[in-house]
């Protein structure tokens, strides 16, 4: 059975609520921004999400956290929802604006023993390369290759953090990328070693066709990790 996180379902042991002020908003293209906070008091494990709202709103959202336990800040990817609640009152925040967090929630993590021993594919689409990016920059000597499902090499988003050659972005409406269709395209065209672990971050209907061609593929479903965004 693949393990899955959902977005939105509170975990075991999570911590509460804190008040955080915003030190900038990134835009990075025209629908999606990084959002930096004071970090605070927040311990979290990389892989984690929490959820985050305009302080006094009683509208919030999950995000999965896309700095690093390392790092003196805590920062978000967020993409703009059209209509949405909070995204687009998240980005027309200003420096010192406050903003509630809660959390940090999840168990979509990566063992340590499993650094230095064990190949990794990170499956996203959109703004599911988040985790990913916190990853990376928390664990700098593993070995990983990225797979970046996006309509538009835009939204590649902070790709040059990756190493080129461990980087695959795979664009489905225009030209641009590493790879011209979608990330399950890519996948039945260049099936991964079967003794890797895999995680996979985005909407729901990618993360379960990767999971029939993976398996189909002759990797174990103990191999699989996921988390879904709604």
């Known amino acids: 059975m693949m393990e899955t996180q959902v977005h939105g379902a509170l975990q075991p042991g999570a911590t509460g609520s804190s ?3 915003v030190e900038h908003v990134r835009n990075l293209n025209s629908g999606t921004y990084v959002l930096r906070m004071n970090r605070g008091d927040i311990s979290f494990q990389t892989g984690q999400y929490v959820s985050v709202g305009v302080k006094g709103d009683l509208n919030m959202r999950e995000y999965s956290v896309y700095s690093a336990p390392g790092e003196d800040f805590l920062e978000i990817l967020v993409k703009e929802v059209e209509h949405g609640l909070v995204s687009r009152r998240l980005r027309k925040l200003q420096p010192g604006d406050l903003v509630t967090v809660e959390g940090p929630f999840g168990f979509f993590l990566i063992e340590d023993e499993w650094i230095a021993s064990r190949k990794f594919y990170f499956i996203a689409t959109g703004t599911g390369i988040s985790p990913f990016h916190s990853f990376v920059k928390s ?10 499902g996006v309509r538009t090499p835009e939204e590649r988003y902070d790709a040059d953090i990756f190493s080129a050659n461990r980087y695959i972005s795979c664009v489905s409406r225009e030209d641009g990328g590493t790879f011209h269709g979608r990330v399950t395209e890519y996948l039945r065209q260049n099936p991964p070693e079967s003794d890797a672990l895999f ?6 209907d990618m993360i379960y066709e990767s999971f029939d061609i993976l398996t189909g593929q002759g990797v174990e479903s103990t191999q699989l990790f996921a988390e879904v965004y709604f």
């Not at 664990?139 to 970046?148: A, K, M, Q």
């Open 19 to 21: 008040t955080h002020r």
């Open 139 to 148: 664990y700098p000597n593993i070995n990983y290759t990225l797979l970046h």
């Open 199 to 204: 995680y996979l971050c985005g909407n729901c």
